[in-house]
């Protein structure tokens, strides 16, 4: 009898699961559908651009070549990636030292004004991206606020050249990118289980070995997560760059939009994207391993 029920057994198993693949694959479909859509084809076509020729009006001759992804490996580009990296790892850093402290204040003294607190931070997203940067560069200029506040207090006899230096750039990441750290810190910091930092000052722990032996360590999926929304858009920005360091200072992103505009040159526009893209997915993986799940499923 039992011999009979095991393959009915088996068979409806069978069928429950693929009943379940079928529900999971319907309501997956869209989102996989715009994945695919927006995500890998776009990709795939700046891939296949990137084998190809650019003729003597920037036209694209469609003969195969490796010319592009020769030129991209032994250039001088590498330089210019090189201060992408050294500028985003240096937004990120920054990002933390300011983040940490801002999230942590309204974890631990925000109390009924935490919403409050968060919405402040969220609400200057609400508006574009561009005339946030454009905003800053009112501040910061030769004639901003900064500037004229400074001279009509007689502390400086003539304007401070803020704007198109490395400084500039920095802090106009640092203010794009803040609220992405910031964010993920405070879910993680939210998090913690109050009985446990009880149970660290019980056992003697003072204030600053609490927070390095214990809430450090268990916030570290935030710290990764801000890490990963802060990271990784840095490493590709133009627009930043563009606006705060002129002609002076060049990213991964400005190369890339520059062959792609001005030189149009797309199939080496395209190599140049194609090896930002490769170097970012690099970076993401490494810190996923790293970070573990806990750091994706703040992330996402």
């Keep these: 009898m039992h011999a009979l029920n095991k393959p009915s057994m088996t068979q409806a198993a069978k069928r429950a699961k693929r009943k379940l693949v079928l529900e999971i694959t319907a309501y ?20 296949f651009f990137s084998f190809l020729k650019s003729g003597e009006y920037g036209q694209i001759v469609y003969s195969f070549t490796f010319e ?12 210019v990636f090189l201060q992408s990296l050294y500028l985003a790892l240096q937004t990120n850093v920054l990002c933390i030292l300011f983040g940490y402290p801002i999230a942590y204040y309204i974890t631990r003294y925000g109390g009924k004004w935490k919403t409050l ?9 609400w508006s574009s991206y561009l005339i946030r940067l454009y905003a800053l560069k009112t501040i910061i200029g030769t004639n901003g606020i900064i500037n004229g506040l400074l001279m009509n207090l007689h502390i400086i006899s003539e304007p401070i050249q803020i704007l198109y230096t490395p400084f500039a750039v920095a802090l106009g990441l640092v203010f794009a990118w803040l609220p992405f750290m910031i ?10 289980d109050r009985s446990v930092l009880e149970a660290a000052t019980d056992l003697g722990a003072t204030p600053v070995r609490r927070f390095f032996r214990v809430i450090l360590p268990l916030t570290r999926g935030g710290l990764l997560s801000g890490s990963i929304l802060v990271f990784i858009p840095t490493v590709g920005e133009w627009l ?56 994706l499923e703040k992330a996402i």
């Design 68 to 79: 592009n992804i020769r030129a991209v490996l032994s250039g001088g580009y590498g330089k």
């Design 117 to 125: 607190w968060i919405f402040m931070i969220i609400v200057p997203s």
């Design 28 to 47: 997956l479909s869209p989102i996989i559908l715009i994945i695919v859509v927006f995500v890998f084809a776009p990709l795939a076509i700046i891939l």
């Design 240 to 295: 930043v760059p563009h606006i705060f360091g002129g002609s002076k200072i060049m990213m991964a992103g400005s190369l890339v939009a520059q062959k792609f505009t001005a030189v149009g040159n797309i199939p080496l526009g395209s190599s140049l994207a194609i090896m930002l893209a490769t170097t970012l997915i690099l970076i993401l993986y490494l810190t996923i391993k790293w970070g573990g799940r806990e750091a």
């Design 183 to 192: 964010l993920p810190i405070y879910a993680a910091l939210e998090g913690l």
